[in-house]
């Protein structure tokens, strides 16, 4: 999938973000203790971070597993085993992270660290149970969880006469646009707009523009920005 055709995907709330918001769910199968924890992390340092902060926190567990997804293409994939046997426990957990259906039924999220503290209960599970603890540990906990949709902005520079460009701001807001800084040059007044970079944002933006200008004007895109939808 190439960088141009995603333009949203989801995450966790940014309160996620924070330790005292980071959501927990606890299951025992036979007589351990899976402790799945999620978090919405920005990069692989805070992922690891993370981990850390768990690892302090249940320093007698004796596995501490994890995964993330980072990025709207989750470019950036990591899991880590801790010690059980390989492919039994970070890989299913990364796996019921990148599968889980998420806004509108879409299996898209990401910037997301889930960890798993188990405590070894004395009866082993074997390869194929503890696959099926981790993978549902972190299923269930994230299907507590409410992901926000994360839609890709487009920034545009957009000259205005300067008489206009009061009224061309007004009426860009009133289409649901987001106005920036405007800078007064000599020969125009230049708006700052932004708006989603999907395809009917940037039809939006047309539309309202050429409505405005009567066809003389034309929006510039600049840079692209990520921004949470409510």
Do not use: N
Not at 3 to 19: G, I, K
Not at 67 to 80: M, N, T
Not at 137 to 160: E, F, G, I, N, S
């Amino acid at each position: 999938m190439s960088a141009a055709s995603v333009d949203r995907c989801s995450v966790l709330p940014a309160s996620a973000r924070h330790e005292h918001a980071w959501a927990v769910r606890e299951t025992e199968i036979r007589r351990s203790r899976f402790i799945a924890v999620a978090a919405r992390v920005d990069d692989e340092s805070q992922a690891r971070a993370m981990v850390a902060t768990l690892r302090r926190r249940f320093h007698d567990a004796r596995h501490v597993c994890s995964a993330f997804a980072l990025g709207p293409e989750r470019r950036i994939a990591r899991s880590h085993d801790d010690g059980e046997p390989a492919g039994t426990a970070g890989a299913p957990m990364l796996e019921a992270l990148t599968q889980h259906q998420a806004c509108a039924g879409r299996r898209d999220l990401t910037d997301t660290c889930v960890v798993v503290v188990r405590y070894f209960g004395g009866i082993k599970l074997g390869a194929g149970g503890l696959t099926r603890a981790y993978s549902g540990a972190v299923t269930a906990l994230l299907d507590t969880l409410t992901p926000v949709p994360r839609v890709r902005w487009r920034r545009h520079r957009l000259p205005a006469p300067h008489a206009q460009a009061g009224r061309w701001e007004s009426a860009l807001r009133a289409h649901g646009h987001i106005l920036g800084v405007t800078a007064y040059e000599p020969t125009a007044a230049v708006l700052e707009v932004l708006a989603p970079d999907t395809e009917g944002g940037r039809a939006s933006l047309a539309a309202d523009v050429a409505a405005l200008s009567g066809g003389a004007a034309v929006p510039e895109p600049v840079d692209a920005l990520w921004r949470d939808e409510p």
